[in-house]
């Protein structure tokens, strides 16, 4: 079972940035696929980034284009870089590792804390 511990959320205005960053314990980590989700209040979660082992990447419709997603093996920690951020993208973030389909699945192991995102004037 993996840990995980997200961090770098906050208050930030519209059309401002963040960078999440998501530490793990996991074993062989540059083998496993990393995924970023969210979930605001009153919705589902949403699967928000992927990132497999060899680096294929896929987004949600709404944030392609302004998140990127990003792994440092040597570290065991992914990254979430948002940019132009949205109202909308306010939600608590979490993150995962897992087999890839697994995480399309959101069939998570071990959920972390999260870290709160919010989008505000």
């Known amino acids: 079972q993996a840990q995980v511990e997200e961090s770098g959320g906050g208050l930030v205005q519209p059309g401002g940035s963040l960078r999440l960053s998501c530490v793990t314990s996991r074993s062989l980590f540059g083998l496993y696929s990393l995924a970023w989700y969210r979930r605001a209040p009153g919705k589902q979660r949403e699967l928000v980034a992927l990132?497999?082992?060899?680096?294929?990447?896929q987004y949600a419709d709404s944030v392609k284009g302004r998140f990127t997603i990003s792994r440092d093996n040597a570290k065991k920690t992914f990254y979430l870089q948002m940019n132009s951020l949205e109202p909308e993208d306010t939600a608590a973030y979490f993150c995962?590792?897992?087999?890839?389909?697994?995480?399309?699945?959101?069939?998570?192991?071990?959920w972390g804390r999260g870290t709160q995102v919010t989008v505000s004037s």
């Open positions: 990132i497999g082992s060899s680096g294929y990447t």
């Open positions: 995962a590792s897992g087999n890839m389909n697994d995480l399309l699945d959101s069939k998570v192991e071990s």
